[in-house]
């Protein structure tokens, strides 16, 4: 059964650096990879990064050059983390973690896994 759990989640002013991370159980880091997500109230579920067994990674538009993800595993698990750097109020959301992210690629872009995270909330505020 593939577990993901997700922490580091809080509160930052803009500006502000937060990294979270996400144990992976039951999944071991493949061509399929792993990803990360956001979630606002009443806006569409927004890609953030991707990362594979090959170490190929893809990040969203909007973080581009202000997110970066990257994993460390080892024989028996697998972490995967995001480091987010100059936070915008726009960036406060739900971020969720996901795994196994093949049949949901659409023109170049993620918009969805097969299993997900139970999310952890990102707050940017003075």
């Known amino acids: 059964q593939v577990q993901l759990i997700e922490s580091g989640g809080g509160s930052v002013q803009p500006g502000g650096s937060l990294t979270l991370s996400c144990a992976a159980s039951?999944?071991?880091?493949?061509?399929?990879?792993m990803g990360w997500f956001r979630q606002v109230p009443g806006k569409k579920r927004e890609f953030l990064a991707f990362i594979d067994s090959n170490w190929r990674m893809t990040i969203g538009g909007s973080v581009k050059g202000r997110f970066f993800i990257y994993t460390e595993s080892d024989r028996n698990a697998n972490t995967l983390h995001l480091s987010m750097n100059n936070l915008k109020a726009e960036d406060a959301g739900v971020y969720y973690c996901?795994?196994?992210?093949?049949?949901?690629?659409?023109?170049?872009?993620?918009?969805?896994?097969?299993?997900w995270g139970q999310g952890t909330q990102v707050t940017v505020s003075s």
């Open positions: 039951g999944y071991r880091l493949n061509t399929c990879g």
């Open positions: 996901a795994a196994d992210l093949c049949a949901y690629l659409s023109r170049g872009e993620y918009y969805g896994a097969t299993y």
